[in-house]
């Protein structure tokens, strides 16, 4: 798989304009953004990493995590959430041309390695579950019992029906105040680097899970190679969307506070060099002539990307976790 398979460059681009478009409309008033020690570990010990389209990004001097700060609050990111172009952009012109790929490459074999881990479940949740492409691949593995969605989107949640799953239609912090049903399993696919509040989310998705219940969680982290050596031109990094970049050690503070108990992390992803090298052609940029050496080699630069993924410096991070006590909302 590389990059423009699953994020065609000029599509990709576009994309990205009008999120800056967006960010002018919605994001212009600053006197509501509000300043966060770190939401990991809660330190305060935190440095300016970079701006990035007049957003700042602060990083954590103990656990490293890198986080969009001051950040705007929740009201304001759900307003631009149903109402912005960039949603609309995303879910009638970006998704639907690279669903096929996005299918097959992405979710296919993610929904494999979801099975492997978790086995058989009586009942699981995706957080987000969006079209529902991702549990019809699940359902396909026949990892659960039963199926279910949290889905804000009237629209997204309407085209999940249609494939003949329940879907709870709202955000799982609210979800979670009143659960009607305890999940065996959760899973959160690239979610969790956009979630305003991470400790109120996974306040919340401990309660919707049962005792012992597994969180299978993915996401961007801010020690794999392509995001900590582009920073600000890393496209992963899109301000105000992509607003959290764990590291390893972020997670394990904020499950600690949260009743969960890591069970492994793993960063199996392959996408980490090709991105580099496509930024970096695009924008000119040079780096250290030995990491250069590596990139724009080709047996090199898949030996390296092995290496990445098996000593977790991959930017795509899989956390597997178990839910080991109640905590209260
Ligand atoms: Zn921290």
Redesign the pocket.
């Known amino acids: 798989m590389k990059e423009f398979d699953i994020r065609p460059q000029e599509l990709f681009d576009r994309f990205l304009r009008i999120v800056e478009e967006d960010n002018k409309t919605f994001f212009r008033d600053r006197s509501r953004f509000r300043e966060l020690a ?1 939401p ?4 305060k010990k935190i440095d300016t990493a970079f701006q990035k389209n007049g957003f700042r990004y602060s990083q ?1 001097i ?4 890198l986080y969009l700060n001051p950040r705007p609050p929740a009201a304001l990111y759900r307003r631009y959430y149903q109402n912005s172009k960039t949603s609309r952009f995303w879910a009638e012109k970006f998704y639907p041309a690279v669903e096929d790929k996005r299918r097959r490459n992405l979710y296919r074999p993610k929904a494999r390695r979801v099975q492997k881990l978790l086995a058989r479940v009586g009942s699981l949740v995706d957080i987000g579950s969006g079209y529902g492409t991702f549990l019809e691949e699940l359902q396909r593995t026949g990892t659960a019992k039963k199926y279910y969605g949290i889905e804000p989107s009237t629209h997204l949640a309407e085209c999940s029906r249609k494939k003949g799953f329940d879907i709870f239609e709202t955000t799982v912090e609210t979800y979670a105040r009143h659960p009607k049903i305890k999940f065996d399993a959760a899973v959160s696919l690239e979610l969790f680097e956009h979630v305003v509040n991470p400790f109120k989310f996974m306040s919340s998705v401990n309660a919707i899970l049962k005792k012992n219940g597994t969180l299978i969680l993915t996401t961007l982290q801010a020690d794999g190679f392509d995001i900590k050596l582009l920073g600000p031109y890393s496209k992963s990094i899109s301000p105000p969307i992509h607003i959290n970049f764990f590291t390893e050690r ?1 997670f394990q ?1 904020l499950w600690r506070r949260t009743g969960f108990e890591i069970q492994k992390v793993f960063t199996p992803g392959v996408l980490d060099v090709d991105i580099v090298r496509n930024t970096s052609l695009q924008y000119h940029l040079s780096h250290d002539p030995f990491i250069e050496q590596i990139i724009f080699d080709e047996t090199l630069s898949k030996s390296f990307q092995r290496f990445l993924s098996n000593h977790r410096l991959s930017s795509h991070i899989w956390i597997v976790a178990k839910k080991i006590r109640e905590i209260s909302l």
């Open positions: 770190c990991a570990c809660r330190s954590c103990k656990c490293g995590c972020s503070h």
